[in-house]
Nanobody, 127 residues
Framework: QVQLVESGGGLVQAGDSLRLSCAAS????????MGWFRQAPGKEREFVAAISRSGGSTLYADSVKGRFAFSRDNAKNTVYLQMNSLKPEDTAVYYC????????????????????WGQGTQVTVSS
């Protein structure tokens, strides 16, 4: 079992930066691939970024590639999403998600593959 708690959301202006954090409970965090997803009002939850269990590999949605950076610190059981050059269309509730994986290269863009979810943190970007 893993419990996830996000933090770091807020209201910013277009062009600003934010860093989201997601702290995980449990002793086997390094066995979990992690993902960030977001959901805007009236829209489906969409993939933002994923990271392998060691942090050696990352994957990004085209809409955030080059602006967002996903990292993890397994010693602190925490993942981070650095968001730069924020745009109004980035406004959404951001969710951290985790899934146990058997090997390094296994991580997914499909929210249905993630068993554990945080409560979400609101990011609002004004124009």
């Amino acid at each position: 079992q893993v419990q996830l708690v996000e933090s770091g959301g807020g209201l910013v202006q277009a062009g600003d930066s934010l860093r989201l954090s997601c702290a995980a409970s449990g002793r086997t965090f390094s066995n979990y691939a992690m993902g960030w997803f977001r959901q805007a009002p009236g829209k489906e939850r969409e993939f933002v970024a994923a990271i392998s269990r060691s942090g050696g590999s990352t994957l990004y949605a085209d809409s955030v590639k080059g602006r967002f950076a996903f990292s993890r610190d397994n010693a602190k059981n925490t993942v981070y999403l650095q968001m730069n050059s924020l745009k109004p269309e980035d406004t959404a509730v951001y969710y951290c998600a985790g899934r146990w994986v058997g090997f390094e290269g296994e991580f997914s863009t499909n929210p249905g593959r993630y068993a554990y979810w945080g409560q979400g943190t609101q990011v609002t970007v004004s124009s």
